[in-house]
């Protein structure tokens, strides 16, 4: 496993932009966490638990925090469709006919509001790309990192052997400064990816994938970044283990068929959640 610093830049996290992220603008529940462009809602954009919501758009989707009801999915079939917020029963708001799907999408009861945080204080794009659950790109993962370095293999699932470099930013984004590096990666010499990046310190990043260009690092805009959660050897164990729940929820979720959107968002959630959890 070789490993190249291409641009010596060391990750700068301003303590303003941290502390701003982190108290992320409070919302009383119910609470949207994420939603697609029809339903012309923001992020931690308060509604009523009852309020009528709509999309002018079909196939497109919402999710709500509302509490102890924990995150709702709505999914609109038809354009124009129309739900109330925490409403499960997937009925359109006016005609009464099944035109939207709801469900629950969250796992775990009594924080939903607190992986929502957790979540919004670090969302760095709002662009959720084909290249998350499929592909050639680096797949959201918790990394190990120990005396020997960070173990990058479960990040690098589904990337083929080969040379790359990735841009590798620490969230919030906000006041951070990317660092790019380059590897070769070889899981049949190294499945574990152990590879000492200097500078880099626990905490949740994105990495993006690209091509060594010229002594720079070519990405791609359409692949999406994939969430990572570096963790130090002394809580590596318990947030595995905690990870394993996880992902096997999430993992259940997307065989159910529940969207890119939704697997990504939850997926996200429970990492930065988890991310809270080992800081505290």
Same mark, same amino acid.
């Not at 609109?76 to 469709?81: A, L, Q, R």
């Not at 997926?267 to 800081?279: E, I, M, P, Q, Y």
């Given at each position: ?6 641009? /010596?830049?060391?990750?700068?996290? &301003?303590?303003?932009?941290?502390? &701003?992220?982190?108290?992320? %603008?409070? $919302? ?18 308060? +509604? ?5 919501? *709509? ?13 102890? &009801? ?5 999914? $609109?079939?038809?354009?124009? $469709?129309?739900? !109330? ?10 005609? *009464? ?6 469900? !629950? ?56 052997? *080969?040379?790359?470099? =990735?841009?590798?930013?620490?969230? /919030?984004?906000?006041?951070?400064? /990317?660092?790019? =590096?380059?590897?070769?990666?070889? !899981? ?28 720079? $690092? ?9 969430? +990572?959660?570096?963790?130090?050897? %002394? ?21 159910? *068929? ?23």
């Amino acid at each position: 496993m070789k490993l190249t610093i291409i641009t /010596p830049a060391v990750i700068v996290l &301003a303590v303003a932009g941290w502390l &701003a992220a982190q108290s992320h %603008s409070p $919302c009383n529940l119910p609470c949207v966490v994420k939603a697609e462009d029809g339903w012309v809602l923001q992020p931690n954009q308060h +509604v009523d638990q009852n309020a009528v919501l *709509g999309s002018r758009l079909a196939n497109q989707e919402a999710i709500i925090d509302c509490g102890s &009801a924990g995150w709702i999915l709505h999914t $609109c079939s038809k354009p124009n $469709c129309k739900v !109330r917020a925490c409403d499960l029963e997937g009925k359109d708001a006016s005609s *009464g006919r099944k035109d939207v799907s709801s469900g !629950r999408v969250d796992p775990v009861a009594g924080r939903s509001a607190e992986l929502r945080a957790s979540y919004l204080g670090r969302e760095a794009t709002t662009h959720i790309g084909a290249a998350v659950r499929g592909g050639r790109e680096p797949n959201d993962a918790l990394l190990l990192q120990n005396a020997q370095g960070i173990h990058w293999g479960p990040a690098l699932e589904r990337v083929l052997e *080969g040379t790359y470099c =990735f841009r590798f930013t620490r969230l /919030p984004a906000a006041g951070s400064r /990317p660092l790019i =590096f380059q590897l070769q990666w070889d !899981r049949r010499k190294d499945r574990e990816g152990v590879m000492a990046v200097p500078t880099v310190t626990p905490g949740t990043y994105t990495l993006e994938k690209g091509t060594p260009d010229n002594g720079g $690092c070519r990405i791609d805009p359409e692949a999406a970044a994939a969430w +990572v959660l570096i963790a130090p050897e %002394s809580d590596f164990g318990r947030a595995s283990a905690q990870w394993q729940t996880d992902t096997a929820w999430t993992n259940k979720l997307e065989e159910s *068929g529940a969207s890119l959107m939704a697997v990504t968002t939850v997926r996200r959630g429970l990492l930065a959640g988890l991310a809270d959890s080992l800081a505290h």
